[in-house]
T-cell receptor, first 112, second 110 residues
Framework: DTAVSQTPKYLVTQMGNDKSIKCEQN?????MYWYKQDSKKFLKIMFS???????INETVPNRFSPKSPDKAHLNLHINSLELGDSAVYFC???????????FGSGTRLTVV | SQELEQSPQSLIVQEGKNLTINCTSS?????LYWYKQKYGEGLIFLMM???GGEEKSHEKITAKLDEKKQQSSLHITASQPSHAGIYLC??????????WGAGTKLIIKP
C-alpha cells in the first residue's frame, strides 16, 4: 500500500485554468506538507498542516490554497494557473521526531 | 549560493566501487536528512542524523554528521545498480522548515 499518494501524477493544463492536486496518507501522521521542487531539484515548503490546522504558510501567491478535510488528506488548489507554476509538487507527511518525512511520488504540473 | 551545497553534482561509478557524497551547510546543522529520489517514485527516506559525530547505516549506505564542519557525508560501499538515482540532503532550519540541496546524480556503470 502506498503510504503517501498524490493524484494526478501528471497534469498538463492551459494558463488561466483552475486545478487541484490531491494528497492522502495512510500512516496516521499528524502533519502534512506541500513542497514545490524547482528546476534545480530544490524543494521549497509551501504549506504545512498539523491535525487539519494550517501551521506554515510560506510566501506563495494567493492563487494557491490548501485544504485539509481531515488529517489524512491535504489537497492543493490552484486558481488562474500561470506558466511559472510549472513544476513538480511533492506532498509529504511526518510523525515528527526522528522519523523523517515520507513523500509522495510527486505531481508534474505543466502549464501551457 | 544555496544554504546546502552537495558535491559532486553528478557521479559515475563502476559497479562494486565505493563512493562518497558530501553535503555542506552554510549554517549550523540541527537535523540532516538523506533521501534518494528515483523518477516517478518520489523521495525515499534513507536516514536522519541529529547529533555531531552521529553515524547511521542502512544496508550498504552509511551517513555521518560532522557538526563542527557543518557537513554530512554519505558513503556507499560496493555500489550496485540499485543504488543509482539522485541523492538529496535536507536540513531543518526551523520548526517544520526543510532546506534541501540540489542533489547528486549517481550513475552505476555495470
Amino acid at each position: 500500500d502506498t503510504a503517501v499518494s498524490q493524484t494526478p501524477k501528471y497534469l498538463v493544463t492551459q494558463m488561466g485554468n483552475d486545478k487541484s492536486i490531491k494528497c492522502e496518507q495512510n500512516l496516521g501522521h499528524d502533519t502534512m506538507y506541500w513542497y514545490k521542487q524547482d528546476s534545480k531539484k530544490f524543494l521549497k515548503i509551501m504549506f504545512s498542516y498539523n491535525n487539519k490546522e494550517l501551521i506554515i504558510n510560506e510566501t506563495v501567491p494567493n492563487r494557491f490554497s490548501p485544504k485539509s478535510p481531515d488529517k489524512a488528506h491535504l489537497n492543493l488548489h490552484i486558481n488562474s494557473l500561470e506558466l511559472g507554476d510549472s513544476a513538480v509538487y511533492f506532498c509529504a507527511s511526518s510523525a515528527g521526531g526522528n522519523y523523517g518525512y515520507t513523500f509522495g511520488s510527486g505531481t508534474r504540473l505543466t502549464v501551457v | 549560493s544555496q544554504e546546502l551545497e552537495q558535491s559532486p553534482q553528478s557521479l559515475i561509478v563502476q559497479e562494486g566501487k565505493n563512493l562518497t557524497i558530501n553535503c555542506t551547510s552554510s549554517k549550523t546543522l540541527y537535523g540532516l536528512y538523506w533521501y534518494k529520489q528515483k523518477y516517478g517514485e518520489g523521495l525515499i527516506f534513507l536516514m536522519m542524523l541529529q547529533k555531531g559525530g552521529e553515524e547511521k547505516s542502512h544496508e550498504k549506505i552509511t551517513a555521518k554528521l560532522d557538526e563542527k564542519k557543518q557537513q554530512s557525508s554519505l558513503h556507499i560501499t560496493a555500489s550496485q545498480p540499485s543504488h543509482a538515482g539522485i541523492y538529496l540532503c535536507g536540513a531543518d532550519r526551523s520548526n517544520y522548515q526543510l532546506i534541501w540541496g540540489a542533489g547528486t546524480k549517481l550513475i552505476i556503470k555495470p
